[in-house]
């Protein structure tokens, strides 16, 4: 029996140096641009960019193969903290400037047919099958995606209720010339 014990034990031993070895020759090498791209980004994994989530999209970004105003739920602010972390002049003519938006579901329209709780990404909507569904405001990105798949049109994308921390001063109107 004691072995026993010492096989495995010695056998343990080599095979975790071994493991130690490979993981420290074969390390691959992370990108550190895109690692802050990757924190500037919402981070919910949406998909309104055309990337399956929010890491593809920072490779992307940082390797120049996509603007830094693809980011729907981001919006302004994020496309002009892209475009000053990468250097590159960015256009954001076609960047909606609107405040944050969050789902809302009336609930006389909701049916409870969970398409809204498939779509989303954040697990941000609480129902069941048949049941009438609810938004967490604290989860939901404002991305959308629930609302699209509606069949009753029953969620609404609103403005987000101010509070002291998310509260902004609104831009002054530009006056007729």
Same mark, same amino acid.
């Given at each position: ?9 010695? *056998?343990?031993? %080599? $095979?975790?140096? &071994? @493991? =130690?070895?490979? /993981?420290?020759?074969?390390? +691959?090498? #992370?990108? !550190? ?44 602010? *994020?496309?002009? %903290? $892209?475009?000053? &972390? @990468? =250097?590159?002049? /960015?256009?954001?003519?076609? +960047?909606? #400037?609107? !405040? ?44 959308? *995606?629930?609302? %699209?798949?509606?069949?009753?049109? =029953? ?23």
């Amino acid at each position: 029996m004691l072995a026993a014990i010492l096989t495995l034990t010695t *056998l343990g031993l %080599a $095979l975790g140096g &071994l @493991l =130690g070895l490979a /993981a420290h020759h074969l390390k +691959v090498e #992370d990108d !550190p641009v895109v690692e802050q791209v990757a924190a500037l980004l919402p981070g919910s994994q949406c998909g309104q960019c055309g990337y399956p989530g929010c890491a593809p999209a920072a490779a992307a970004i940082a390797a120049g193969e996509a603007a830094v105003s693809c980011c729907p739920p981001g919006g302004r602010a *994020l496309a002009e %903290a $892209l475009a000053e &972390l @990468l =250097g590159v002049e /960015a256009d954001l003519s076609a +960047v909606d #400037d609107q !405040p944050p938006r969050l789902a809302h579901i009336d609930e006389a329209r909701c049916v409870g047919c969970t398409k809204c709780l498939k779509r989303c990404p954040t697990d941000a909507i609480l129902g069941a099958n048949n049941m009438i569904h609810a938004v967490f405001p604290e989860a939901c990105t404002g991305c959308g *995606l629930c609302a %699209a798949v509606c069949p009753t049109e =029953g969620i609404e994308m609103r403005p987000e209720r101010p509070t002291p921390q998310t509260w902004y001063w609104p831009r002054p109107e530009v006056a007729a010339r």
